[in-house]
């Protein structure tokens, strides 16, 4: 089973700065396969990036993926204030599909 | 615009058993694969399991294996997550999220989850 571990566990930022999340998992995620998802309280997950890299349809372009093998990175270049959220990576490369525990963007 | 409509929330006591509606609509049921996803309070989601309505294969998470069972109704473009003997620790809110199965980025039955339900949420309490 691959562990994702994120960090840092919460992020305090203000609106306009940038946000830099860091996902790390215990062996390689097989050709990238690795996504983002947001997640407001109350709410479903969102899927924002899938296959490491590319926005799922409608999310801004502030998003970014980046990373392969067993670093991964998601930007995002100027938060606006509906960002402030929990975000998760997960690695679909085989079973089981697993999650990372999630960072927490929240407002400085 | 593809849509999930979960059934609503359930009590249960330790030992029973819950099973949880997803009703697809939108597009084709056949040529999406259905995913169900627990997550407990303040916790990370938890991938329980998915099915390709299609031909009604399964892969479940192995340390659910043998409580939960996933099933799909192309008749009523429904997908269905059972799970018995239920314990405290199963009180989470269950999603069901999809995919189209010739979506980009992913392969075999492994993808990302693109839409979601709004959840259901089992408490289960003696």
């Known amino acids: 089973e691959i562990v994702l571990m994120q960090s840092p566990g919460t992020l305090s930022l203000s609106p306009g700065e940038r946000a830099t999340l860091s996902c790390r998992a215990s062996?390689?995620?097989?050709?990238?396969?690795l996504a983002w998802y947001q997640q407001k309280p109350g709410q479903p997950p969102r899927l924002l990036i899938y296959?490491?890299?590319s926005r799922a349809t409608g999310i801004p372009d502030r998003f970014g993926g980046s990373g392969s093998g067993t670093d991964f990175t998601l930007t995002i270049r100027r938060l606006e204030p509906e960002d402030f959220a929990v975000y998760f990576c997960?690695?679909?490369?085989?079973?089981?599909?697993?999650f990372g525990q999630g960072t927490k963007v929240e407002i400085k | 615009e593809v849509q999930l409509v979960q059934s609503g929330a359930e009590v249960k006591k330790p030992g029973a058993t819950v099973k949880i509606s997803c009703k697809f609509s939108?597009?084709?049921?056949?040529?999406?694969?259905m995913f169900w996803v627990q997550q407990a309070p303040g916790k990370g989601p938890q991938w329980m399991g998915l099915?390709?309505?299609?031909?009604?294969?399964?892969i479940y998470a192995e340390k659910l294996q043998g409580r939960v069972t996933i099933t799909a109704d192309t008749s009523t473009d429904t997908a269905y997550m059972e799970l018995s003997s239920l314990r405290s620790e199963d009180s989470a809110v269950y999603y069901c999220?999809?995919?189209?199965?010739?979506?980009?980025?992913?392969?075999?039955?492994?993808?990302?989850?693109?839409?979601w339900g709004k959840g259901t949420t089992v408490t289960v309490s003696s």
């Open positions: 296959g490491a890299s």
């Open positions: 939108g597009d084709t049921f056949i040529g999406y694969y």
């Open positions: 099915i390709d309505p299609e031909n009604g294969e399964t």
């Open positions: 997960q690695h679909y490369g085989g079973s089981p599909l697993t």
């Open positions: 062996q390689s995620v097989r050709s990238g396969f």
């Open positions: 999220a999809t995919v189209r199965s010739n979506s980009p980025g992913g392969y075999y039955y492994y993808y990302y989850m693109d839409v």
